[in-house]
């Protein structure tokens, strides 16, 4: 799998799919989602007191969730990002983005 020095997208949603994927089919996708949005939460709690929280593992809980998502939406995260966030911002198409400097 991999380590933190050649982390690939596309081999961490199929590990995740090789884990968790029978777990994650038999749940559903709506179940899923569901674990995915308390994972989100527990995101939000640990960046409002890191010191109480682990920050690091929530970062990691929120993505392994998203990427059993994908998967059982049928949706190759690496793809899509890379075909949506590759250089410029797709709204403003701008790097650096300048929609924030919009009200
Ligand atoms: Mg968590
Ligand atoms: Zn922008």
Known sequence: ????????LRAFQQHIATT???K?????LAGTFMYF???VGELAE???EPDKHDLNGEFADCLAWLASLAHLAG???AQVSAA???GICPKCR???CACLSKP
């Open 1 to 8: 799998m991999n380590d933190d020095k050649s982390f690939d």
């Open 20 to 22: 968790f994927g029978k």
């Open 24 to 28: 994650d089919a038999e749940r559903g």
């Open 37 to 39: 949005m308390e994972e």
């Open 46 to 48: 640990a960046l409002r």
């Open 75 to 77: 949706i190759d995260l």
């Open 84 to 86: 949506k966030y590759s």
């Open 94 to 96: 701008a790097r650096p």
